[in-house]
């Protein structure tokens, strides 16, 4: 039975960075497909270099992915996700004296997985997705301005050879690094069509994880306005509802919570201002202070909650 070191996924964290998103992902992949055609006869090791990167970028996709989803507010996922780790010693997650702070559920599901092969892979996404093929064959970009229009044109022409594709990747890049084999594991034709596929199969990924947790994404300025301004409105119903409740408690000194309430509200409009005044005059300026005032709102909230779950115990 396989023991996770709580210091190798904090270790392997730093060595990462920032997660990386399958945008910049795909461009990577781009890049290899321009490096391979561009390259000279006194190259004969790009190809080599191609098909490993990819395999690799493939797996770091993929855990990113994991990680997400099992993070994200949709507990459905941290729930499937228990199946992929069932196998494995996880105790040290509840001791309190692990580094809380320095990784998350989702990093230690997908630091655990392997994902050396296509079929891992699929056993990884089928777990937290059910219908993770029927997905990826239907998985189209999901801007907001378009959702009228859905469903959109699949991102993956034909999911069978793509698969196949993909197989082929992670089987030569096996031998590539276990073997020094007297003939090449691929054809120098393969190699573009191994940029296709990976990059096809990353961004269907990545719109299917927008898909389940965020349903869409705002592609221009005025709707990423508008979208914040409707996550706003529903940061503050909620300060209101709270506060409506707080009003009906017993013995609350209205008086002040009214003055705290005012006194809050104008801090939150001239914190906001500040912290947005650099883009003031911009199109982006109405979306940070928004975006600003939300989290002031949602703070506010948890505080007002925690008031209330206090009094709440004393009657």
């Known amino acids: 039975m396989k023991y996770l070191d709580p210091q190798q996924i904090i270790e392997w964290k730093e060595r990462h960075g920032k997660p990386r998103r399958g945008p910049d992902l795909v461009v990577q992949v781009a890049e290899l497909a321009k490096t391979w055609e561009a390259r000279s006869k006194n190259q004969p090791f790009i190809g080599d270099h191609v098909v490993v990167r990819l395999a690799t970028i493939l797996e ?3 855990r990113s992915m994991v990680r997400e989803m099992v993070d994200s507010s949709e507990e459905v996922f941290a729930e499937r996700a228990r199946f992929l780790v069932k196998d494995l010693k996880l105790d040290f997650i509840f001791a309190d ?19 050396s092969s296509v079929d891992a892979i699929m056993k990884a996404l089928t ?29 993956i022409k034909d999911i069978d050879t793509t698969m196949r594709l993909l197989s082929r990747i992670f089987a030569a890049r096996h031998i590539l690094v276990h073997e020094l084999s007297s003939h090449s594991p691929y054809s120098e034709d393969e190699v573009g069509e191994f940029c296709g596929a990976a990059a096809a199969f990353i961004e269907a990924c990545d719109w299917i994880t927008v898909k389940h947790i965020e349903g869409t994404l705002p592609f221009t300025q005025a709707q990423m306005t508008i979208d914040a301004v ?13 506060l409506a409740t707080i009003r009906q408690i017993p013995d609350v000194d209205l008086r002040l919570l009214e003055e705290s309430q005012a006194a809050w509200e104008e801090f939150c409009k001239r914190d906001s201002l500040f912290c947005s005044s650099f883009a003031e005059g911009g199109s982006l300026h109405p979306m940070l202070m928004a975006e600003w005032r939300q989290a002031l709102a949602e703070q506010r909230a948890e505080n007002l909650g925690d008031f209330i779950e206090s009094r709440v115990g004393l009657c």
């Not at 997905?135 to 044109?153: C, G, S, V, Y």
């Open 230 to 242: 409707e996550n706003l409105q529903a940061a503050e119903q909620e300060v209101a509802d709270l």
């Open 127 to 155: 777990t937290l997705l059910p219908e993770a093929r029927e997905e990826l064959r239907t998985a189209h970009r999901r801007w907001t301005e378009d959702q009228a229009n859905f469903p959109l044109e699949p991102i």
């Open 60 to 62: 770091v996709f993929v």
């Open 97 to 115: 004296g692990v580094e809380k702070q320095k990784f998350s559920p989702g990093d230690i599901v997908a630091h655990a997985i392997s994902l």
